[in-house]
């Protein structure tokens, strides 16, 4: 059974940045694509960027620019790296594959607060 573990959330000013991490185990990462999606208060699991098994990567309007996600195969995880944090950043955030008919279990997410 695939369990994931998202980690490295915390209080950031506006202009701030974080780093991800997603880590998996009972599967392979690099096997597929995955996602970083959020979820803020009172508001809809939204999905935020996309790493295709090739590398390709997507990414949602608002956090382009700011947003990067990559892998680090070494340790099976995904990363998101964000920069130029804003209020509205403001969510807990989850991994996941992209397709909703093939998601794993969701894990418990890290909460990412961005305020002065």
């Known amino acids: 059974q695939v369990q994931l573990v998202e980690s490295g959330g915390d209080w950031v000013q506006p202009g701030g940045s974080l780093r991800l991490s997603c880590a998996a185990s009972g599967t392979d990462f690099r096997m597929y694509a995955v996602a970083w999606y959020r979820q803020a208060p009172g508001k809809q699991r939204e999905l935020v960027a996309i790493i295709n098994s090739p590398g390709s990567t997507y990414y949602e309007d608002s956090v382009k620019g700011r947003f990067t996600i990559s892998r680090d195969n070494a340790e099976n995880t995904v990363l998101l790296q964000m920069n130029s944090l804003k209020p509205e950043d403001t969510a807990v955030y989850y991994c996941?594959?992209?397709?909703?008919?093939?998601?794993?279990?969701w894990g418990q997410g890290t909460q990412v607060t961005v305020s002065s």
């Open positions: 996941n594959r992209p397709q909703p008919r093939q998601q794993w279990a």
